[in-house]
C-alpha cells in the first residue's frame, strides 16, 4: 500500500482526497487503523470558532474524533489548548497531524496520522514544549499510530533527512524587535554579545506554514565578529534564518524584507540572536550608536576582538 496519501491536504477535492477515496475502495478487511466507523459517531461541519482546524482544506468532521472527545465543544476546548504551539511555528506539518486526530476527515471509516508524520512533529515540537514544562502527552504516543505501509495520513513537507536544508525549528527563547531607547543602552548591548551585524533578510515565500528567508550576502556590515570569522558570518546567520522560524517571523512581522541591526552569541555549532533593532531612518539611536561603535571601548571581556 502507497503511504503518501495526502500530499496536499489543504486542497478539499484535490488529487490527494481522489487517491484516498480510491484506496479506501480497494482496501481489503479493516484492520485496527483503518477500521469502519462506529454507527454512533456523525459527520459534522467544522466551527469558525475551531481555529485549529477551520479551513483545513475539508468542511466536515466526524464526532467522536479520534482522541475520544464526544462533543464539539469539548474539541473547541481541547483544540483550543494546541493553538499557542503552532504559533511557535515548530513543524510545518503539526496542523495537519493535530487536525487528523482533533477533526478527522469525513469519510466512511477513520483514518490515522501515520507513525512517521506524528514522528516528525514530536521531534520539532516536543523541545519547545519542554521549554514551558509541559511533556509530549501519551495520548499522541507515536507508536499508537499505523506504520507507513499502512492507510494512514503521511507528511506533507520534505523529510528533514532527505533535505539539503535543515527543518524549520522553533526557539525557546522569544525573540522581538527591540525598541532602541538610548544609544547607550545599544552599545552595552554590542559589548554584551559575541557579534553585532547588519544585515538585510528577504523572504523567499509564504506558500508554506512556516516562511523561509534568505541572508542578501550583498548588504551584510559586520560591526562585531567576537569568536567567529568575518567570511563565516554570513553562512552562520543563515543558519540561523533556516533553523529559528520563530526569531525570524517575529522581527520580519509579515513585511517582504528589512534591513536589521542583530547582535547575539555563539552556541557550540550554531548562533543565537539575542537583540534585532530595524534599520530605519526614524531609529536616530540606533544609527548614531552604529556611528559611534567603531571607536567605543567596551568593558574588558574575554580577548575577542571587535
Keep these: 500500500m502507497v503511504r503518501s496519501l495526502c500530499r496536499h491536504p489543504w486542497r478539499l477535492g484535490g488529487p490527494w482526497l481522489l487517491g484516498l477515496l480510491a484506496r479506501l475502495l480497494l482496501w481489503g478487511s479493516p484492520g485496527a487503523w483503518a477500521s469502519y466507523l462506529r454507527r454512533s459517531s456523525s459527520c459534522m461541519p467544522i466551527p469558525q470558532h475551531m481555529a485549529l482546524c477551520y479551513d483545513i ?3 466536515d468532521m466526524r464526532i467522536p474524533n479520534l482522541l475520544e472527545h464526544e462533543t464539539m465543544t469539548e474539541v473547541i476546548q481541547q483544540s483550543s489548548s494546541w493553538l499557542p504551539l503552532l504559533a511557535r511555528e515548530c513543524h510545518p506539518d503539526a496542523r495537519i497531524f ?19 508524520l506524528c514522528e516528525a512533529v514530536k521531534r520539532s515540537c516536543a523541545p ?13 504516543n507515536c507508536n499508537k499510530f499505523p506504520a507507513d505501509h499502512e492507510l494512514c495520513i503521511a507528511a506533507v513537507s520534505m523529510d528533514e533527512n532527505s ?3 535543515r527543518m524549520p525549528r522553533a526557539s525557546c527563547k522569544d525573540c522581538e524587535l527591540e525598541e532602541a531607547s538610548t544609544a547607550r543602552e545599544i552599545l552595552e548591548s554590542f559589548c554584551a554579545n559575541d557579534f553585532a551585524v547588519k544585515i538585510r533578510i528577504l523572504r523567499r515565500n509564504t506558500t508554506t506554514t512556516i516562511s523561509d528567508f534568505d541572508l542578501d550576502p550583498s548588504k551584510v556590515e559586520v560591526l562585531k565578529h567576537g569568536p567567529l570569522l568575518r567570511t563565516e558570518i554570513p553562512a552562520r546567520l543563515q543558519q540561523w534564518l533556516d533553523i529559528d522560524a520563530t526569531c525570524a517571523h517575529n522581527i520580519m512581522r509579515g513585511t517582504q524584507a528589512g534591513v536589521f541591526v542583530v547582535s547575539g552569541e555563539v552556541q557550540s555549532d ?5 537583540k534585532a533593532y530595524a534599520w530605519q531612518k526614524r531609529n536616530r539611536n540606533l544609527h548614531q550608536a552604529v556611528r559611534r561603535w567603531k571607536h567605543h571601548r567596551c568593558p574588558e571581556q574575554a580577548g575577542w576582538k571587535v
Design 163 to 165: 533535505s539539503s536544508r
Design 98 to 116: 493535530l487536525c487528523s486526530l482533533f477533526a478527522p476527515i469525513c469519510l466512511d471509516r477513520l483514518i490515522y496520522p501515520c507513525r512517521s
Design 57 to 59: 482544506g475539508y468542511s
Design 270 to 274: 550554531k548562533v543565537v540572536v539575542n
Design 128 to 140: 519547545v514544549m519542554a521549554c514551558y514544562g509541559y511533556p509530549w502527552p501519551e495520548i499522541l
